[in-house]
């Protein structure tokens, strides 16, 4: 089968490292990928919201599979357009995407639904919102409508810098259209984290659960990023807890999803707070989590392409998926500065002996190669991944072949991990 992947960060190479070890496999492509997907895929040097450029790769070369990474085409419709073109390709519709693409929809169809969330109201005047904001008080939290990279939500701890939210987004518009809408939300507290399923419309299998470090700073410290680690599984997630969150929020958005005329297919990924009354969804997103999926893949077992392909073609009842009883860790080398300036171009070495450890494996996130030599190309560089027997375990091996690493200016955070260590003490 020949397969292609849409995407070009850490994420798509450990989904890319893991269907490459499916027999079903013949060739597979990634559009536009990096340096480390290059080594196992062929690139196809289009971005990933050119649409009609895939599309014309993707008859070209009679690609029989299409997996789509990012949020972004997937909430511009690409599954719609390459379903229409009678092109096999996994994700949810334009329609589905928007419990990631809008968090008014979102908010709104876990109230419908009665899944536990913060309370929240929603508004399109600047004026009603800060009104909302005086009356609740802080700490609150301000969260733009549309996509925004991961950069829409403040968790606002004072009054002004609430009020700067509201006005950043509604009236200077820093994040145009996205903003246009907010959502004001009650400010939970507790332990994150990310819980994905998997679902071809009607049957719902649940990934292993995982939990991400979004702050750049060691102890949760500093701006947000895309993601500075992660490690699986999350303890916090009990097999109670995934049990409730399958009967309470999965089966429910699944089956609303249904009823509704547009199945949701692909994955669909819950942020979720541990708070004292239980759990609560933060936040769906309608792909797999970077950097979660990189911990997440080395547990499974399961040949990941035949659970792609089993989800598209309407069969997963027919899959059971089965996880290797070992704790997984990421950690990101990120470039100094990021997120916000940083420099590029700087020249990478050491993979080869960190992944010495079987246990290792090395995504490349922002590389690319340069007269023949690995560069750093991007803010989040490589994802250091180790598995272990127990997070103690994965933990040491992960951070022993991150010393063999190196490149000018390297970051990264010492405490991947810490939460899961103290719930296990
Ligand atoms: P989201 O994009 O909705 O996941 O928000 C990004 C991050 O903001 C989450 O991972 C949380 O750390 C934080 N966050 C979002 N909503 C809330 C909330 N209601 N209370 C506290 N923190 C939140
Ligand atoms: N790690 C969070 C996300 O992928 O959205």
């Known amino acids: ?45 289009i971005p990933a ?16 599979l299409v997996i789509v990474g990012p949020e972004a085409p997937l909430t511009e419709g690409i599954v719609d357009r390459f379903e229409k073109e009678g ?17 008014v929809f979102s908010k709104e169809m876990m109230k419908k639904l009665s899944i536990p969330t913060g309370e929240f109201e929603v508004f399109n005047s600047a004026e009603k919102a ?28 004072s009054m002004p810098k609430a009020m700067e939210a509201v006005h950043r987004n509604m009236v200077k518009k820093v994040f145009g259209k996205a903003g246009e809408r907010i959502v004001v939300e009650e400010c939970l507290e507790g332990e994150e984290a990310s819980v994905i399923a998997v679902t071809d419309g009607t049957t719902v299998r649940l990934l292993a659960s995982s939990q991400d470090h979004k702050r750049i700073f060691d102890g949760d410290h500093g701006p947000n990023t895309g993601g500075m680690g992660a490690y699986s599984p999350a303890p916090v997630v009990t097999d109670e807890v995934e049990k409730e969150l399958l009967e309470k929020v999965f089966l429910p958005i699944v089956n609303e999803f249904k009823a509704l005329g547009h199945p949701f297919k692909g994955f669909l990924y819950a942020g979720v707070m541990m708070t004292r009354k239980g759990f609560k969804v933060l936040e769906f997103n309608v792909r797999l989590g970077d950097p979660e999926t990189q911990a997440i893949l080395p547990r499974l077992e399961n040949d990941l392409l035949e659970v792609f392909l089993a989800t598209v073609e309407g069969r997963l009842s027919e899959i059971n998926l089965q996880w290797r009883d070992e704790d997984c860790v990421c950690v990101v080398i990120a470039a100094e500065g990021y997120p916000d300036e940083y420099e590029t171009g700087k020249k990478i070495s050491g993979i080869s002996a960190a992944k010495e450890d079987k246990a290792i494996q090395v995504f490349h996130a922002g590389t690319k190669r340069q007269n023949g030599e690995l560069v750093t190309a991007g803010g989040r560089v490589l994802n250091v991944v180790g598995s272990g027997r127990g997070i103690f375990e994965a933990l040491s091996k992960t951070y022993n072949a991150i010393e063999k690493i190196f490149f000018d200016k390297m970051y990264y955070r010492k405490d991947i991990g810490h939460k899961a260590t103290k719930v296990l003490k």
């Open 49 to 64: 919201k050119d649409q009609e450029g895939l599309l014309k790769f993707c008859k070209a070369k009679e690609i029989e």
């Open 1 to 45: 089968m020949k397969v292609l992947v849409i995407g070009s960060g850490g994420r798509e190479h450990a989904m890319c490292w893991k269907i490459s070890q499916s027999p079903k496999l013949t060739k597979l492509y990634a559009a536009p990928g990096n340096a480390g997907i290059a080594e196992i895929a062929e690139i196809a040097d």
């Open 87 to 103: 092109i096999k390709i996994f994700g949810p519709s334009k329609f589905a995407a928007q419990l990631e693409g809008s968090k």
């Open 130 to 157: 800060m009104d909302y904001v005086a009356k609740k008080g802080v700490p609150i939290v301000v969260k733009v409508d549309g996509l925004a990279g991961g950069k829409g939500v403040v968790v606002a701890h």
